[in-house]
């Protein structure tokens, strides 16, 4: 592929349409961004990769690399195919265990695990038998292992295994879904809830030593309210996946895809 002028950070998407005329109109800027990559929405699209993703380095040697197509019978090939050859629901084990096991950062590897006790998510029917989309999340507090705990939250906020677990991913407004459907929908409260509840300031205020904080009439004091949780919901709408590229694992390519942050869709 040609060297073009910086148009972007990684994680970025530079669809072709929306290129500069000078930088569109080139053929061989089309050329390279149809062989590059193809959105099988029809516009050509250049993505920049996953956070930390590196190419493969064979000097190395191989450390069970993402098995998404398999040999199929009839000598054919088929995307997903759990039942001949290899099973890959256990990819995600086999790649978690080797890396945790054997890598040389094994404090940042163990504050990793420990962070994803705090802010667990179990398999979606959906992405059962994906391998990436499960490694980029866990991926999030190995990255943060000694960084700030609100980072870890940010990436889980946006994290689209975290919106399928707890819900919130397509949460409408109000008044979009009034709009809309001319119905009074409330968006769904159960990620405002948790991430209060289980992720953060838990269900009682405490003191330095640990122990609850009693009121004037001997009872625990709440964190929050319902009335919090209701408000706090509507927050939480707009989150949706962000729109489809070639170079991710994944199960089609309807709606969009799992392993970037989700898109907030007003």
Request: charged share 25%; hydrophobic share 35%; net charge negative.
């Amino acid at each position: 592929m040609a060297n073009y002028a910086p148009m972007g950070k990684l994680d970025d998407e530079a669809a072709l349409s929306a290129l500069p005329s000078e930088i569109a109109s080139n053929a061989q800027v089309k050329s390279d961004i149809a062989s590059y990559s193809v959105n099988p929405h029809g516009d050509g699209v250049v993505v920049c990769g996953s956070v930390g993703e590196v190419g493969s380095d064979v000097a190395i040697g191989d450390i069970d690399g993402f098995d998404i197509k398999t040999p199929h019978e009839n000598g054919g090939w088929t995307v997903y195919d759990r039942e001949i050859h290899r099973d890959h629901d256990k990819q995600k084990k086999n790649l978690w265990t080797h890396l945790s096991l054997n890598s040389p950062d094994q404090l940042r590897q163990r504050v990793a695990w420990a962070l994803y006790q705090i802010v667990p998510i179990a398999i979606t029917e959906g992405v059962d038998r994906e391998t990436e989309v499960w490694a980029n999340y866990y991926d999030s507090f190995v990255r943060n292992a000694f960084g700030n705990y609100r980072d870890v939250l940010r990436e889980m906020s946006y994290s689209n295994l975290m919106g399928m677990w707890l819900s919130f991913e397509d949460n409408q407004a109000v008044q979009y879904a009034l709009d809309r459907d001319g119905r009074a929908l409330y968006p769904d409260e159960n990620y405002a809830r948790e991430i209060m509840q289980l992720f953060s300031i838990g269900l009682f205020e405490l003191n330095m030593d640990g122990t609850k904080k009693i009121d004037s009439n001997g009872e625990p004091i709440s964190t929050y309210t319902p009335e919090d949780i209701t408000s706090y919901a509507r927050a939480w709408t707009g989150f949706t996946k962000n729109i489809y590229r070639g170079n991710a694992e994944q199960q089609g390519n309807a709606g969009g895809q799992r392993i970037d942050p989700m898109r907030i869709d007003g």
